[in-house]
Structures are given as structure tokens and as C-alpha cells.
């Protein structure tokens, strides 16, 4: 199974404490060496990253692990390949345009008849069951809505309805995001904390490294992250449950 970390926070956030957690478990710490990936919005713009190689030993990562880019939401992903062969064009995260925006989605685990998914608005380029389930996502919202619509909590829902269906294809865990939402969905296997004021010190599980966040935060910081399993040893992290989505505005869980 892959492993998936995500971000989103209401100030622009470097993301480097977890992220050097995560490139630990893509082959060193974990069996998920078959490439990594992480997307960072910047206004409308994103940037991502991506490589083939095991994050353990990626250039890319060490790049990334160690260049603080900050942003509101980011959304990474180990990959241990199951559909599809180790390339690039198979490394998550996928991107695609919808409304104007970008969407930026990584999925872990697998699925099952998935090539009966009809391809419409948007098409992959790789593979993977997961490009193709994102295709089919965005193929559903193009057909549904016109445009953006103006109750985004209500069209979360609706693709947590989406969601519902692949995974009674299989393992489907999810994130997507438009670059102002991060929304999280779980099958098996999916943890987030929020943290904010009165900020304490964290230690990662997979390398000795502790920060402590009152010295690279203010008091009206509020920053979330998702991740497969937890990726702190001295924090309380919230389970999520077989079916259970959250969607994350600028930090705060509104859904």
C-alpha cells in the first residue's frame, strides 16, 4: 500500500517536519519505493515534484525536505506500485484542470474492475487504477455542475458519494484538493491532527528530529495534517473510520 500526507493551513506553512517523517518510510523505514510526489498551490498556481526513485534516496526529496517552501495545502504521496509499472507518468500526485482551478488528488490502495470507469472530460496518462478513479471523479463533477457551484460543502458531499462507489471496488483511500480546500477520505487507514494554540513540541516516529512549533508559529496559526499513520510519537491523532470523509478550509475541519 502506498502512504499519503497532506496540508492545510490558514498562513503559508512549510510542511518540511512531516514531509522528512514520510521520505523515511519510501524504503528505508517502509516498503513504499516505487516514487513519491508532492504538490504545492501557491495562489492558483501549484507546484509539484515528483520522482520515480524511492524518496529515501531522491535528490528530489532531499531538495524539497530541505528548501522550505510554504503554502496553505499540500498534498504528498509514497508510492508502492500495484497498478502499473514504476514510472513517472504513473508517480502520484495527478493534477488536473476543473473550473478554472487545479485539482490535485493521491489515492492509496487498490481497486478492481476500475477500467469499467467511463473516461469523459478528463482522461490518464498513466496505468494506475488512481489516475483513472481521479478521472472519473472529475468527469462527474464536470457533468453535474456547470461551473463551480456555490455551496462547495454540498459538492464535497457529493464526491464523497463518488468516493463510496470506488470503494466498493476495493481499498480507496483518498485526497484531493482545489487548492483552498484538502479533502481527506478513508477506506482503512487515515489519521489527521489539528494544531494551533498553545503550540508544544512534536517528535517524528521515523527519524529523530523534534521541533518545537511555538518557536515557528503565532498564536492565531492553525495547521492540519493528514497522513496514513501517524507520523508523531507524542501527539493525539484522530482515526478516521471506514467511510468517513473531512474536508479542511485554511486549517479548520468545516465538514
Known amino acids: 500500500m502506498c502512504e499519503l500526507l497532506g496540508m492545510s493551513a490558514n498562513v503559508p506553512t512549510d510542511i518540511c517536519f512531516s514531509f522528512s517523517g514520510l521520505v523515511k518510510r519510501g524504503g528505508e523505514t517502509g516498503p513504499h519505493k516505487d516514487g513519491w510526489g508532492i504538490t ?8 509539484s515534484f515528483k520522482d520515480p526513485k524511492p524518496s529515501c534516496d531522491s535528490r528530489v526529496a532531499q531538495l524539497v525536505k ?4 510554504k503554502s496553505k495545502s499540500v498534498i504528498s504521496h509514497i508510492r508502492q506500485a500495484n497498478r502499473g509499472g514504476v514510472s513517472l507518468e504513473n508517480t502520484h500526485p ?9 485539482w490535485t ?4 490502495g487498490q481497486l478492481t474492475g476500475y477500467e469499467v470507469l467511463p473516461m469523459g472530460y478528463a ?23 456547470a461551473g463551480e457551484p456555490e455551496d462547495i460543502l454540498q459538492m464535497f458531499k457529493r464526491i464523497a458519494g463518488y468516493a463510496d462507489s470506488l470503494r466498493a471496488m476495493g481499498v480507496f483511500n483518498m485526497l484531493l484538493s482545489n487548492g ?7 477506506t482503512n487507514n487515515l489519521h489527521w491532527i489539528t494544531r494551533r494554540a498553545p503550540f508544544g513540541k512534536a517528535q517524528l516516529i521515523d527519524e529523530d528530529m523534534v521541533v518545537d512549533f511555538q518557536k515557528e508559529t503565532s498564536d492565531s496559526d492553525v495547521v ?7 507520523l508523531t510519537k507524542d501527539e493525539t491523532w484522530n482515526k478516521m473510520q471506514e467511510g468517513e470523509f473531512c474536508v479542511f478550509h485554511y486549517g479548520e475541519r468545516v465538514l
Open 40 to 47: 504545492f498551490y501557491e495562489g492558483k498556481g501549484c507546484r
Open 66 to 69: 530541505n528548501y522550505p517552501i
Open 94 to 102: 495527478f493534477i488536473r484542470e476543473l473550473w478554472g482551478k487545479n
Open 105 to 108: 488528488y493521491a489515492h492509496n
Open 123 to 145: 482522461h490518464p496518462v498513466g496505468q494506475t487504477d488512481s489516475e483513472r478513479a481521479f478521472c472519473w471523479i472529475i468527469d462527474q463533477l464536470h457533468q453535474n455542475y
Open 180 to 186: 483552498e480546500y484538502v479533502m481527506c477520505y478513508c
Open 224 to 230: 492540519s495534517v493528514i497522513a496514513t499513520r501517524p
